[in-house]
């Protein structure tokens, strides 16, 4: 079967935290995917639109939103970060296909889920853990969300409020270099994890984030928290 591609055109394009940007297209109706899995976007050079190579974005809206929403870490001199920085403007179009990838829930499982995050690697936690959670979904859901310092977060507020609307969503935010005023975890998810989850083998297991923490943290759920490779789902952003 050939790979769905769409056209799509840009409704947001905002900073929401240090060099994080969130950006949105309208969806196009013929557009399904799962929670959890991504896309390929046509990106052009800044200075030779002719000049494309596709890079992949986690989708971070569900399945039921009129928008595909996305975040994006900007690196110095990246071609994405470019394209989302200087020429990313509401109405831009962009050539996008999808949906890929098999980083989506066992919704069999009858394990709670515990998502673990550094930074843009929350997105596709946001599609997954709102759309679970408003199809019914009442295991216990835990997500261990992990960025550098206060003006690195985003989304926080949206994730606090779904705590407060459904019990069985717990929320975890960690930060490696915060300060003094800062109330929640402080340090690396990684060494994190054993102070905030006491029993692993009750948790189907999802990690996102960078290759160094996401190949960090297989390691360890592996080798220390004996973690089954079937309760273990890894996405990382290389
Ligand atoms: C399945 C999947 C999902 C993903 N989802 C997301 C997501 O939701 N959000 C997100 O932020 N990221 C995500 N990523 C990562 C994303 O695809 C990009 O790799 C990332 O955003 C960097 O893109 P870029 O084009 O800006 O940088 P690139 O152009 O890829 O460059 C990366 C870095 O290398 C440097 N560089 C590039 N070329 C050279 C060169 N010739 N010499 C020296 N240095 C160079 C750049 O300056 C930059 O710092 C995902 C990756 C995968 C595989």
Aim: contains cysteine; aromatic residues 10%; proline residues 5%.
């Amino acid at each position: 079967m050939p790979v769905p591609s769409y056209i799509v055109s840009c409704t947001k394009n905002l900073l929401i935290a240090q060099d994080i940007y969130e950006f949105r297209f309208a969806k196009p109706k013929e557009c399904n995917f799962k929670t959890g899995q991504f896309v390929l976007f046509d990106v052009p050079l800044v200075e030779n639109s002719a000049d494309i190579q596709t890079r992949a974005l986690s989708i971070a809206s569900t399945p039921s939103e009129d928008e595909l929403i996305f975040v994006a870490k900007m690196k110095e001199g990246g071609r994405a970060s470019r394209w989302i920085m200087e020429l990313l403007k509401v109405e831009s179009t962009v050539r996008m296909q999808g949906p890929f990838g098999n980083f989506t829930l066992d919704e069999k499982t009858p394990k709670d889920y515990l998502f673990i995050a550094t930074s843009t690697g929350v997105a596709p936690f946001r599609s997954q853990i709102i759309d679970a959670l408003k199809r019914g979904d009442r295991r216990r859901m835990d997500l261990v969300y992990g960025v550098r310092s206060q003006e690195d977060l985003f989304w926080d507020q949206e994730l606090i409020a779904l705590t407060q609307t459904y019990d069985n969503f717990f929320l975890h935010l960690a930060l490696s270099n915060p300060t003094n005023d800062w109330k929640g975890h402080r340090g690396r998810v990684q060494t994190l994890m054993p102070q905030i989850i006491h029993d692993f083998s009750r948790k189907s297991v999802y990690v996102c984030g960078s290759p160094e923490m996401t190949k960090e943290l297989k390691q360890l759920c592996l080798e220390q928290w004996t973690i089954t490779k079937t309760d273990l789902h890894v996405e990382g952003y290389i």
